[in-house]
């Protein structure tokens, strides 16, 4: 899917993070990123999606993803995130959401891309890829249909 691209944020004085949204944003397609944050020794990887192309696909898509089974009782209870402050990052701002686990990055107050977690990116572009490869809007399939009647049969 898109860009893979390995980073290690040094928060808050390394510029790392802010490069790789600039990328993602001039890019226009998804970057995989691995961070591994300062005093935590597992690394997070998630999917940073520009705010056009995740519109695009939940647009498509024909269902939200679920994030979580309530009948499951196998799954491990996740305990909610603690509010934290928005993270700064240069011109870039982090909203991290307390539930979904989505993170909206904003540039000016404006949100331009937004981190998921890999399996839901990867659920949500398949999703909208099959939805929109199934779909014809009135004036293409009236085209489509002229065309085929245009065609000749095949005993001819």
């Known amino acids: 899917m898109g ?4 980073v290690v944020v040094g928060y808050p004085i390394n510029d790392e993070v802010e490069r790789v949204l600039g990328l993602t944003e001039a890019v ?3 970057v995989t990123v691995t961070f591994m944050w300062e005093g ?5 990887r998630a999917v940073l999606v520009p705010a056009a192309t995740l519109a ?8 939200a993803y679920a994030t979580s089974d309530a ?7 996740v305990e909610e995130p603690e509010l934290a402050h928005p993270a700064e990052f240069g011109a870039f701002t982090l909203f991290r959401r307390r539930v979904g686990g989505r993170t909206a990055v904003a540039r000016k107050g404006v949100v ?8 839901e990116a990867h659920w949500l572009q398949e999703q909208a890829r099959n ?13 489509f249909e002229e065309f085929l009647a245009r ?3 095949l005993d001819e």
Request: glycine content about 6%; cysteine-free.
């Open 3 to 6: 860009i893979q691209i390995d």
């Open 71 to 77: 009948g499951d009782e196998n799954r491990p209870v």
């Open 112 to 119: 331009v891309a937004e981190l998921l977690d890999p399996d």
């Open 131 to 143: 939805v929109r490869q199934g779909f014809m809007d009135p004036k293409q399939k009236a085209a």
């Open 151 to 153: 065609q000749a049969s």
């Open 28 to 30: 226009g397609e998804p």
């Open 40 to 44: 935590r020794e597992e690394a997070e």
């Open 56 to 63: 695009l696909w939940e647009h498509w898509a024909p269902t």
